[in-house]
């Protein structure tokens, strides 16, 4: 009776799992192949976990009371298998992760799109980050943006990175995008932005005492409305909001200086 209670349970556990594990629609090109990854795995996890689960609860009730209890005999079939059923799943899970590591747009370096030419359609957009904060500079303009990080969405983006100071990470969760940043050497991250909306970058790598604030939002527009927003850009002129090396970066790094300098700054 309590068996079948227990397993009831472990059933409704398991079934809540899988209901709010769910991922919602991705966002980007790279955030879809990060969350099949991760779907993939759990339908391998979930019936491994359910197995286990249910021969301890079978031994526990099983062997409760057990007052003679007897040492196991050697079943080298049995060994063998589980080794080798272990085996299998280790390399099932490796590959699949070596195959999204490796997709152009979570890996493009290593994926080689940087020689094959597969980069050369995507847009470029040109970010250099510093203590604390970015300047994203558009292709074939002379647009800049600080505070924001403007994309058209179901475009190809490389990101080419350059940091003015220190280590910075460029950090876009809902995008499936992380990449370090190196002073004196070009980093460059990829993606397509699948689903227009806000959404938020962060710096992930502590890079002094401003850090907690290295952060920008990202807006991804439809492709008429990211032209007509460069258009008004290029227009009027207010383009340049910040310079890197300018005012604003020699604030104190003191947090209230620092945040009036970036409110001050125009949007
Ligand atoms: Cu830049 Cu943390």
Not at 204 to 209: H, I, P, R, V
């Given at each position: 009776m309590r068996l079948s209670r227990a397993l009831s349970w472990l059933c409704v556990l398991t079934l809540g799992v899988v209901v709010f594990s769910t991922p919602a629609a991705a966002q980007s090109v790279n955030r879809a192949a990060i969350d099949e990854l991760n779907e993939q795995l759990l339908y391998v996890a979930l019936p491994l976990t359910l197995f286990v689960e249910l021969m301890l609860v079978y031994a526990i009730y099983r062997f409760h009371n057990n007052d003679d209890p007897k040492p196991t005999i050697d079943d080298p079939a049995l060994e063998v298998t589980w080794t080798a059923a272990t085996g299998a799943i280790l390399v099932f899970v490796g590959v699949s992760g070596f195959f999204v590591l490796a997709n152009p747009y979570i890996s493009p370096a290593a994926a080689g799109a940087t020689d094959s030419g597969e980069m050369a359609n995507d847009m470029e957009v040109d970010v250099l980050t510093y203590q604390w904060g970015y300047e994203f500079s558009y292709p074939n303009s002379n647009v800049t943006t600080s505070e924001t990080l403007y994309l058209p969405n179901n475009t190809d983006v490389t990101f080419r990175l350059r940091s003015s100071d220190v280590i910075h990470s460029f950090y876009i969760p809902d995008f499936g995008v992380k990449q370090d940043i190196f002073p004196g050497q070009e980093t460059v991250a990829r993606t397509q932005p699948t689903e227009t909306g806000t959404y938020r970058l962060y710096c992930?790598?502590?890079?002094?005492?401003g850090h907690a604030r290295m952060q920008a939002d990202v807006v991804v527009l439809n492709q008429s409305e990211y032209d007509s927003w460069l258009d008004e850009q290029r227009g009027s002129g207010a383009n340049n909001t910040t310079t890197p090396d300018g005012v604003n970066n020699t604030t104190t790094p003191d947090g209230a200086n620092a945040t009036a300098a970036s409110v001050a700054r125009p949007a």
């Open positions: 992930a790598e502590l890079c002094g005492s």
